[in-house]
């Protein structure tokens, strides 16, 4: 059985910040890379970072610089620190390990 569990949404003004966490269970974590993608009602999935097993990250375009994916392969957790919130940031936020996806976690920006 392999879960993936994303806490850490909730609403937020502009400006603000929250961290994601995502919980993995049931797979090999340390080495395998891991993603954090977005969805906004109405709109396709997207991309927000990702992160291999070594640390190496890369981001979406709408992301780079206010946030930030990290991980802790002893807590087998990855964390999606996102600053400098906008209301276009508003979606549901999926982990995703390779072959997994995560159940999401609602984050809303606004005022």
């Known amino acids: 059985q392999v879960q993936l569990v994303e806490s850490g949404g909730g609403l937020v003004q502009p400006g603000g910040s929250l961290r994601l966490s995502c919980a993995a269970a049931?797979?090999?974590?340390?080495?395998?890379?891991m993603g954090w993608y977005r969805q906004a009602p109405g709109k396709q999935r997207e991309l927000v970072a990702t992160?291999?097993?070594?640390?190496?990250?890369k981001y979406g375009d709408s992301v780079q610089g206010r946030f930030t994916i990290s991980r802790d392969n002893s807590k087998n957790t990855v964390y999606l620190q996102m600053n400098s919130l906008k209301p276009e940031d508003t979606a549901v936020y999926y982990c995703?390990?390779?072959?997994?996806w995560g159940q999401g976690t609602q984050v809303t920006v606004s005022s």
């Open positions: 995703k390990s390779l072959t997994w």
């Open positions: 049931g797979i090999v974590f340390s080495f395998a890379s």
């Open positions: 992160i291999t097993g070594g640390g190496s990250t």
